[in-house]
């Protein structure tokens, strides 16, 4: 089946240890999205690639980054995590920037900080 | 930017009984989805609304993208424990730039007792 699978599904680190989240689609949908959900609260656009187009979002603090090295695979880098980055993080995918067809979301990596 | 009342916040049903939570803005929207999502995963979508009026049901569930194009409405009929979940609804305005992300509402926690 067609799918967004994100790895690890739990992710321990350290504070202020280098992270990075992985995240790939079998979709071959052009969109690439991350979203940080903390608990009991909707899921907050990070940034997302339309296909090697970055696009941050205002609010997102500068310690996350993205890289898309082909229309796969998206990763999720934390430089310097703080306690306040423990949360669940989405990646999803949508063919176009209108999610015409839809938003496709992997099971997440709920990360913890420690 | 753009904001979305979904409720009620949570709610507390015995089985069988029909379940309705709504989503309302005083933005206009172009596209209403409807999530649910269990514990420890992603978000998946139920059902998706892309015309003001649109009635559009997937087994039980029943949802509705209001005229105003302001609103939408998901009903449960006949409610069954695999129901419990969050429920998320998500916004899309569509037009001008940066209006294609999505905006999510703070979810409705559904608690069905056998």
């Known amino acids: 089946d067609a799918m967004v699978i994100q790895n690890p599904r739990y992710q321990v680190t350290q504070f202020g240890k280098p992270v990075t989240l992985s995240c790939s689609q079998t979709?071959?949908?052009?969109?690439m999205y991350w979203y940080q959900q903390k608990s009991s609260q909707a899921p907050k656009l990070l940034f997302h690639?339309?296909?090697?187009?970055?696009?941050n979002e205002a609010d997102t603090p500068d310690n996350f980054q993205s890289r898309r090295p082909n229309t796969s695979f998206c990763f999720l880098d934390i430089r310097s995590p703080g306690l306040g980055d423990a949360a669940m993080y989405l990646c999803a995918t949508s063919r176009d920037l209108w999610g015409l067809y839809g938003y496709t979301f992997g099971s997440g990596t709920r990360l913890t900080v420690v | 930017g753009q904001q979305l009342n979904q409720s009620p916040q949570s709610m507390f049903i015995q089985e069988g009984e029909d379940v309705s939570m709504n989503c309302t803005s005083s933005?206009?929207?172009?596209?209403w989805l409807w999530y649910k999502q269990d514990p420890g995963e992603g978000p998946v979508l139920l059902i998706a609304l892309y015309k003001a009026g649109e009635l559009t049901s997937n087994g039980r569930l029943t949802a509705q993208f209001g005229i105003t194009r302001k609103d939408s409405f998901l009903n449960i009929s006949a409610s069954i424990p695999s129901d419990v979940g969050i429920y998320f609804c998500a916004g899309r305005i569509g037009s001008g730039a940066g209006s294609y992300q999505l905006t999510f509402g703070k979810g409705t926690k559904l608690s069905v007792i056998p």
């Open positions: 979709l071959n949908h052009n969109v």
């Open positions: 690639y339309y296909d090697k187009d970055f696009n």
């Open positions: 933005s206009i929207f172009n596209t």
